[in-house]
């Protein structure tokens, strides 16, 4: 396995050979709300998502509220440990079911008509339509998605909505919890510290390719690191830059004996972006230890944040085409841009042949209603003859965008 794909989790078995320079991704894909849209589709709705971690799920009935990329969903500890993963829409009249940040509940009523749903998504009651014959209590549940938890307790997500999603997590990331950089760390042993986000005005492949280009990447045989507390700070912040690894398409992990922290790139819109971390402690570390490893990663990921709102500002201005990379050492950018491009003219390609969008996280209707599918049907014919109702946002072509600046404050 190369080093790009323990890097990423995926990809290639080689790095790529190039004859001349290959070329940045167009500026237009940083700032267009039709390519945004469309890696909505190809990527955050089809791929495996690093979210959080089990910790955050200490008992039953625990809960945080995520999102991403317009995609509001709620994660929740269920009776049996189970976490589970719903989206945040009642399925009466599509009213968030939560709208806190986090919680503990034994069970999820939503605030507009009242129906409540228990920790597995099951609806439980719908005032009023017990009256009604043929009504489907197991019709009517929380739209799920798709979980897995990792053998080191990390949370990820596929919102595919059928039944089993294209992309399997083995397929994804099979054996990336295994690597032998993992070795001599129990995550049972850290406890959730805190976490805190950054909103920026750039779009999320921005930092990605900064990030990867500044992080270096790990072999396989790369075992558990050795970090000097007692050093300075950009001794350790080195250190850890060293310590961390990238997870397509927008997670990033650092571990280290003292705490590991997560950080997402979280889009927001074509030119916002959330970065969201959560640093976990470990039960047997020493306040200055944290503290000097605390302070050193802030700084490690403070050192870049001007850099992005520059670049997006020049890419944004319709001056800044696609620049040239060095393959030997802008590798890792190289490679992370033609996953995004291969999974973006691949979706498109799946679009073409189907005459419209598809939309792999809209959930699928019961078989037995037509009306409903006709009423959609009608909705995007007048949306593909001049604009349409509603451009397709709320009937067939899938979900609306979420708020821009849609907040995921992080609860202790």
């Known amino acids: 396995m190369s080093m790009f794909k323990s890097y990423f989790g995926l990809g ?19 700032s267009s709300k039709d390519t945004y849209e469309l890696e909505r589709r190809a990527v955050f709705s089809r791929k495996w998502l690093l979210t959080t971690h089990k910790l955050r799920f200490p008992k039953t009935g625990d809960w945080l509220k995520f999102n991403i990329a317009g995609y509001a969903f709620i994660l929740v500890r269920d009776r049996d440990g189970n976490v589970n993963a719903f989206h945040n829409i009642c399925r009466h009249r599509a009213f968030p079911v939560v709208t806190e940040d986090g919680g503990s509940a034994r069970i999820f009523s939503c605030q507009y008509h009242g129906w409540s749903y228990g920790l597995n998504g099951k609806l439980a009651k719908a005032p009023h339509y017990q009256e009604l014959d043929g009504f489907d209590k197991n019709q009517n549940g929380l739209f799920p998605i798709h979980v897995h938890v990792d053998t080191n307790g990390f949370v990820w997500l596929n919102l595919d909505a059928d039944d089993k999603p294209a992309n399997s997590w083995k397929r994804d990331f099979d054996g990336i919890d295994l690597k032998p950089r993992f070795d001599g760390f129990d995550f049972e042993e850290y406890d959730f510290d805190s976490g805190w986000e950054s909103v920026g005005e750039y779009n999320w492949k921005t930092i990605a390719d900064n990030y990867n280009e500044n992080h270096q990447h790990h072999t396989d045989n790369a075992g558990p690191f050795t970090i000097n507390t007692h050093g300075s700070i950009p001794q350790i912040a080195k250190a850890l830059r060293n310590a961390s690894n990238y997870y397509f398409p927008n997670a990033y992990m650092t571990v280290s004996p003292y705490a590991f922290f997560m950080q997402r790139f979280v889009p927001t819109g074509p030119t916002t972006t959330a970065v969201r971390y959560e640093i976990y402690r470990h039960k047997d570390t020493s306040d200055e230890d944290f503290e000097h490893t605390h302070e050193a990663y802030k700084l490690m990921v403070s050192e870049d944040e001007s850099v992005y709102n520059e670049t997006q500002k020049n890419i944004s201005n319709r001056v800044s085409t696609d620049g040239e990379l060095q393959p ?20 498109e390609e799946i679009e073409r042949q189907s005459q419209g969008e598809v939309w792999p996280a809209r959930q699928r209707l019961p078989q037995e209603a037509a009306v409903s599918k006709d009423d959609m049907d009608f909705c995007s014919k007048l949306t593909e003859e001049g604009g349409g109702c509603c451009g397709g946002k709320a009937c067939g072509a899938g979900p609306a965008p979420g708020p821009a600046t849609a907040p995921e404050i992080m609860v202790s």
């Open 12 to 30: 290639a078995t080689e790095a790529p050979v190039y004859d001349s320079p290959p070329r940045l991704l167009p500026a237009s894909w940083y």
């Open 328 to 347: 030997r050492n802008e590798n890792s950018p190289i490679y992370f841009q033609s996953i995004v491009r291969d999974l973006v003219e691949q979706h």
